[in-house]
């Protein structure tokens, strides 16, 4: 089946860093990639949906400028999370499709973010 | 707005069925999807229904879709200690792109 990758798997950085995670479809190519965040025990909320060389689809109530998405290839995304605070400690999963309908997307293993 | 609700937890003893149950809110939803998360992973797709069908069997997992009353459930049957688990249910978003979750159901099983 299809493959996606993350890294890095997990990530501690001082607070007022910035932090990037790539999204990478491994045997196939993805129009369009998806950026999740989830909490301890909550569900996956939607941030962004990502097309390839066109700039990113926000969610209301996410910061646009803090989280700078780029998909600049047909295999690879990447989030950065920028001047990181510790309420951005979270767990990052991206998604990517590959077509319409019912099995386009697959899901990354995550990224678990901690700031210090 | 579209809504995926789920109940938290479930407990059951090895051997014996599951059943997790949805409720979503948008009748336009043309797929609803059960996936499973595994302790600091991401989301495996488990298996998947399309809104006219009203059950898929997929060896010990069981679909059942009630339209009328949009719910979802999924069954596991001769449930494992494996199993144990973070389970999801989605549909898709009034734009047919991103997935819209519930708060998932901890499934924890008991030998």
């Known amino acids: 089946g299809a493959v996606v990758s993350q890294h890095p798997s997990r990530v501690i950085c001082k607070s007022g860093t910035s932090v990037k995670i790539e999204c990478r479809s491994l045997?196939?190519?993805?129009?369009?990639m998806f950026w999740y965040r989830q909490f301890p025990k909550q569900s996956l909320m939607l941030m962004a949906t990502?097309?390839?060389?066109?700039?990113?689809?926000?969610e209301q109530g996410v910061e646009k400028d803090k989280f700078l998405i780029n998909h600049a290839s047909l295999t690879l995304s990447t989030l950065t999370v920028t001047s990181a605070h510790p309420e951005d400690s979270s767990f990052y999963i991206c998604?990517?499709?590959?077509?319409?309908?019912?099995?386009?997307?697959?899901f990354g293993p995550g990224t678990r973010l901690l700031v210090l | 707005g579209e809504d995926v609700e789920q109940s938290l937890f479930l407990s059951v003893r090895e051997g014996d069925s599951s059943v997790i149950n949805c409720t979503y809110t948008?009748?336009?939803?043309?797929?609803l999807y059960w996936y499973k998360q595994e302790p600091g992973a991401g989301l495996q797709l488990l298996t998947y229904i399309f809104s006219n069908m009203d059950m898929k069997q997929d060896q010990r997992l069981t679909v059942l879709l009630n339209k009328k009353d949009k719910h979802l459930s999924l069954r596991i049957a001769d449930t494992q200690t494996g199993d144990s688990a973070i389970y999801f249910c989605a549909e898709k978003d009034q734009a047919g792109t991103a997935l819209i979750f519930g708060k998932g159901t901890t499934l924890s099983v008991s030998s």
């Open positions: 990502s097309n390839e060389g066109s700039k990113a689809t926000y």
């Open positions: 948008d009748s336009s939803s043309t797929y």
């Open positions: 998604s990517a499709r590959i077509r319409q309908g019912a099995l386009g997307q697959y």
């Open positions: 045997d196939f190519q993805a129009t369009t």
